[in-house]
């Protein structure tokens, strides 16, 4: 475990912060879950760095998916879900084309993003999608503007979806519930406020 002292001063006691690694640090089925959910043999990975070459997220900013990716084989669960860069993934699959172990590190990151999501570590646009698709069906809903534009193109006021069709948003709205999606993003939502 990492050795803890008591200094009182947060400020002082997060510079000081034991950054070495230990074996208690580490959590064996956290690649287990890593692996299940995203269905690829992460552990396989021998850090050749082909994945963070590639990644479009990496030039602009301290995300690495050669990283996560050694975090996730080393059990630093905490670690990986609770790092903001967790959330530049593109999901360009870059990665994924090139891993000459023909992993998905792609498919690894968004394990991770459900595992951290059901610790409710999650961005709130995600939320606010989630909120959107059970409203309307919709991530990105019909509004006035487009209504009128495609009123100018000879087009129907709304498109042949569930915008037309009210009548199938409930059989959506029942896989949202059987997940508890709606349920807690509106709960993780209103605790932020
Ligand atoms: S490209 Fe594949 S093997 Fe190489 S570091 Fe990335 S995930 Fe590991
Ligand atoms: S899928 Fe994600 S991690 Fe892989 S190269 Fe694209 S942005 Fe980077």
């Not at 006691?13 to 230990?22: I, T, V």
């Not at 050669?66 to 905490?78: C, S, T, V």
């Not at 896989?175 to 349920?183: R, S, T, V």
């Amino acid at each position: 475990m990492a050795v803890k002292k008591d200094y009182k001063d947060q400020k002082l006691a997060e510079k000081l912060r034991d950054r070495k690694y230990y074996i208690p640090d580490s959590n064996p089925e956290f690649i287990k879950d890593v692996e299940k959910i995203g269905q690829t043999a992460a552990h396989m990975c021998y850090q050749c760095g082909t994945c963070t070459g590639s990644c479009p997220s990496a030039p602009r900013s301290s995300y690495r998916i050669r990283l996560f990716m050694r975090k996730a084989i080393l059990g630093l669960e905490e670690e990986a879900l609770t790092d903001p860069d967790l959330w530049l993934c593109t999901t360009c699959y870059s990665c994924t084309d090139r891993c000459p172990r023909d992993l998905a590190p792609t498919d690894a990151i968004m394990a991770m993003r459900n595992l951290a999501f059901k610790r409710d570590i999650v961005p709130r646009n995600f939320l606010q999608t989630v909120q959107l698709i059970y409203k309307s069906g919709h991530g990105v809903p019909n509004n006035d503007a487009n209504r009128a534009a495609r009123k100018k193109l000879g087009l129907e006021e709304e498109p042949e979806t569930t915008h037309k069709y009210p009548e199938y948003l409930p059989g959506i709205r029942k896989i949202i519930d059987h997940y508890k999606l709606k349920e807690n993003a509106d709960r993780i939502l209103a605790e932020g406020e």
